[in-house]
């Protein structure tokens, strides 16, 4: 019964942590966007994020934030949320599910802890700035 099953793969659409300035921190911060590089347009899209980890011996996590997008065209760009700077040193992870059609995704995308650094910047897609990519 299992092996009947398929679980369709999600292509092109990744996670990125990008820094921009924030006037209400008067600093640079990170946000997380959600990159939909591929031909097809993402529908009821859920993004569900956490933060769990240790930090100087003792486990941490932080709450669910749930956010809702009715839909992401194709080749487009959506923001997230805000990273704050104390949970860049646990383990960052997005469970996104959308539909395209009649078909539903969903992926895991994990940004490890400390990964999420101006050292591991690379360009990204569609934003065309530098960024901390997760596919």
Not at 31 to 49: C, K
Not at 88 to 115: H, P, Q, R
């Amino acid at each position: 019964m299992k092996s009947d099953i398929i679980i369709p793969e999600v292509e092109n659409v990744f996670l990125a942590a990008v820094q921009e300035w924030n006037d209400d921190f008067m600093e640079k911060v990170w946000y997380v966007y959600l990159i939909n590089d591929s031909d097809f347009q993402l529908d009821s899209v859920m993004a569900v994020s956490k933060a769990f980890g240790t930090i100087d011996g003792e486990m941490k996590k932080t709450s669910l934030l749930r956010h809702a997008f009715v839909e992401v065209p194709a080749v487009s760009v959506v923001k997230i949320e805000m990273i704050e700077k104390s949970v860049l040193a646990l383990n960052n992870e997005f469970m996104v599910t959308f539909f395209i059609g009649n078909t539903l995704y969903d992926k895991k995308y994990i940004f490890k802890a400390n990964s999420i650094n101006e050292s591991t910047v690379e360009e990204v897609p569609l934003l065309f700035v530098d960024g901390v990519m997760v596919k």
